[in-house]
């Protein structure tokens, strides 16, 4: 018995080392028999995250507050590259795209309820089984509120904040001269605000949201008054610049007006931007050609560079010298990409404004609403060989049929000349947008401008 039980011990001590020492007994550093190798407990990715520019953190809960419309960005803070996987399940916070790449993530986002907040839950994921699941709030209003970049007919880009909720804005030049007034959902032209300001009573004031971009006539500075005057201008205001350089390629048929102590001036031609958004080329003839048919001592040669101080611009500087010629973007508008500059000339002493579409095949029939550098709101039906714009400047009704004429074989196949007498204008359109500016001087309509909103 005595004997049984010391075998028994022995075995039982036995099993004991060889699970407890891997088998070796003198310090092999084996693996247990059994055991399975461990994977490393996964690591978070780093990321940092901004909401309108500002650095976020996260609440008591671990979610980010975040308001309709605002701009969210996350970053890979140690430079390792991210895959983004958004939130896929219904109800929740609906994902606006501004930027996404390897890097960053850039987003919007609208509340589908009409109460109460939604949730919205993004998971990047990085090299090295590293991921981090970031959780977003998003509460009640508005997604158009917010700050756009404005481009207006007076020459001039600004900063546009409004709040739909609150109906109200305020807009301030480059100066810092801020301005305010309010806002009222107006009855007779649908999606219209109507803008109540103390720089000007005019009855043509309104504008409308239209999604991240904002199209309408406000009180803007007349140039070279004084003391300062106001007056109504059509005007652009945009929070949907392109910020990757790579998507500005492209052509596009371009109406720039000008304002200077002479007077208004116009310019229309054809550009193009290629080479990953790095070379622009503007045909300068007086003559309106595709820019491929432009004669090449015409064609002015750009760099295009980052604009250092504000994401989603762009300067223009000579290929040759390195002189700045001036900056632009591109917003994109209903998918399509429009060129847009606004802003006193670096070589000239003038404002300028120039909207760029994209260039077409054609010039298809529609009708619009919008509003002119004359101070007026305007209707227009464009069918067949006739563009007819009705403007108002809430005291007297004019109505005018413009004569509209395809370019010749050189020119750009979706530009119009629309003409009456002695009157020349050039008309030019996108899906969303129309333009109808004068032509340049000796012509009376040099420095005007309609803009109108497709229906």
Same mark, same amino acid.
């Given at each position: 018995?005595?004997?049984?039980?010391?075998?028994?011990?022995?075995?039982?001590?036995?099993?004991?080392?060889?699970?407890?020492?891997?088998? %070796?007994?003198?310090?092999?550093?084996?693996?247990?028999?059994?055991?399975?190798?461990?994977?490393?407990?996964?690591?978070?990715?780093?990321?940092?995250? @901004?909401?309108?520019?500002?650095?976020?953190?996260?609440?008591?809960?671990?979610?980010?507050?975040?308001?309709?419309?605002?701009? !969210?960005?996350?970053?890979?803070?140690?430079?390792?590259?991210?895959?983004? /996987?958004?939130?896929?399940?219904?109800?929740?916070?609906?994902?606006?795209?501004?930027?996404? =790449?390897?890097?960053?993530?850039?987003?919007?986002? +609208? #509340?589908?309820?009409?109460?109460?907040?939604?949730?919205?839950?993004?998971?990047?994921?990085?090299?090295? #089984?590293?991921?981090?699941?970031?959780?977003?709030?998003?509460? #009640?209003?508005?997604?158009?509120?917010?700050?756009?970049?404005?481009?207006?007919?007076?020459?001039?880009?600004?900063?546009?904040?409004?709040?739909?909720?609150?109906?109200?804005?305020?807009?301030?030049?480059?100066?810092?001269?801020?301005?305010?007034?309010?806002?009222?959902?107006?009855?007779?032209?649908?999606?219209?605000? +109507?803008?109540?300001?103390?720089?000007? *009573?005019?009855?043509?004031?309104?504008?409308?949201?239209?999604?991240?971009?904002?199209?309408?006539?406000?009180?803007?500075?007349?140039?070279?008054?004084?003391?300062?005057?106001?007056?109504?201008?059509?005007?652009?205001?945009?929070?949907?610049?392109?910020?990757?350089?790579?998507?500005?390629?492209?052509?596009?048929?371009?109406?720039?007006?000008?304002?200077?102590?002479?007077?208004?001036?116009?310019?229309?031609?054809?550009?193009?931007?290629?080479?990953?958004?790095?070379?622009? *080329?503007?045909?300068?003839?007086?003559?309106?050609?595709?820019? @491929?048919?432009?004669?090449?001592?015409?064609?002015?040669?750009?760099?295009?560079?980052?604009?250092?101080?504000?994401?989603?611009?762009?300067?223009?500087?000579?290929?040759?010298?390195?002189?700045?010629?001036?900056?632009?973007?591109?917003?994109?508008?209903?998918?399509?990409?429009? &060129?847009?500059?606004?802003?006193?000339?670096?070589?000239?002493?003038?404002?300028?404004?120039? !909207?760029?579409?994209?260039?077409?095949?054609?010039?298809?029939?529609?009708?619009? *609403? %919008?509003?002119?550098? %004359?101070?007026?709101?305007?209707?227009?039906?464009?069918?067949?060989?006739?563009?007819?714009?009705?403007?108002?400047?809430?005291?007297?009704?004019?109505?005018?049929?413009?004569?509209?004429?395809?370019?010749?074989?050189?020119?750009? /196949?979706?530009?119009?000349?629309?003409?009456? %007498?002695? =009157?020349? &204008?050039?008309?030019?359109?996108?899906?969303?947008? @129309?333009?109808?500016?004068?032509?340049?001087?000796?012509?009376? #309509?040099?420095?005007?401008?309609?803009?109108?909103?497709?229906?």
């Amino acid at each position: 018995m005595r004997r049984t039980t010391t075998k028994s011990l022995c075995a039982t001590a036995l099993v004991a080392v060889i699970a407890g020492c891997g088998g %070796g007994g003198g310090g092999g550093g084996g693996l247990p028999f059994g055991a399975l190798p461990q994977t490393p407990a996964e690591s978070e990715a780093k990321l940092s995250v @901004e909401v309108e520019g500002s650095a976020a953190s996260p609440d008591s809960a671990g979610k980010y507050q975040v308001a309709p419309g605002q701009l !969210v960005t996350v970053k890979s803070s140690d430079g390792s590259e991210i895959t983004w /996987t958004g939130d896929s399940r219904s109800g929740v916070a609906q994902r606006v795209e501004v930027d996404t =790449s390897g890097s960053q993530w850039l987003s919007r986002f +609208k #509340n589908p309820n009409a109460t109460g907040s939604a949730e919205f839950k993004l998971t990047a994921s990085a090299s090295g #089984n590293r991921r981090k699941e970031l959780s977003f709030s998003v509460g #009640n209003g508005d997604y158009r509120n917010g700050r756009y970049t404005v481009y207006a007919a007076n020459g001039s880009r600004q900063v546009l904040a409004i709040d739909f909720d609150k109906a109200s804005y305020t807009l301030t030049d480059a100066a810092g001269d801020a301005s305010s007034g309010t806002l009222t959902a107006g009855a007779s032209r649908d999606g219209d605000w +109507k803008v109540q300001s103390s720089r000007s *009573k005019s009855s043509i004031l309104a504008l409308r949201g239209l999604g991240d971009n904002i199209v309408g006539a406000l009180p803007f500075a007349v140039g070279y008054t004084s003391p300062t005057a106001y007056a109504p201008f059509p005007f652009i205001a945009s929070r949907a610049l392109l910020l990757q350089q790579g998507k500005l390629d492209g052509t596009y048929d371009r109406g720039r007006i000008d304002f200077s102590p002479a007077g208004g001036q116009s310019a229309i031609a054809q550009i193009q931007i290629s080479g990953g958004g790095k070379v622009m *080329k503007q045909c300068l003839n007086l003559v309106i050609y595709k820019i @491929e048919q432009c004669p090449s001592a015409d064609v002015s040669v750009s760099n295009i560079e980052p604009d250092p101080q504000q994401p989603g611009l762009w300067t223009m500087k000579s290929a040759v010298d390195g002189t700045l010629f001036g900056r632009f973007a591109l917003a994109d508008f209903g998918g399509e990409k429009v &060129y847009l500059s606004a802003g006193p000339s670096p070589t000239t002493n003038s404002q300028v404004l120039a !909207v760029g579409v994209p260039a077409a095949s054609g010039y298809a029939d529609f009708s619009s *609403k %919008g509003w002119s550098t %004359g101070g007026t709101a305007d209707g227009v039906v464009a069918a067949g060989s006739t563009y007819s714009l009705t403007g108002t400047d809430g005291a007297a009704t004019a109505q005018a049929d413009l004569a509209l004429a395809v370019q010749p074989s050189f020119g750009p /196949t979706g530009m119009r000349t629309a003409t009456k %007498g002695s =009157s020349v &204008y050039f008309a030019m359109r996108s899906k969303q947008l @129309e333009l109808l500016i004068g032509a340049r001087t000796p012509s009376l #309509n040099a420095g005007f401008l309609h803009l109108g909103l497709v229906d």
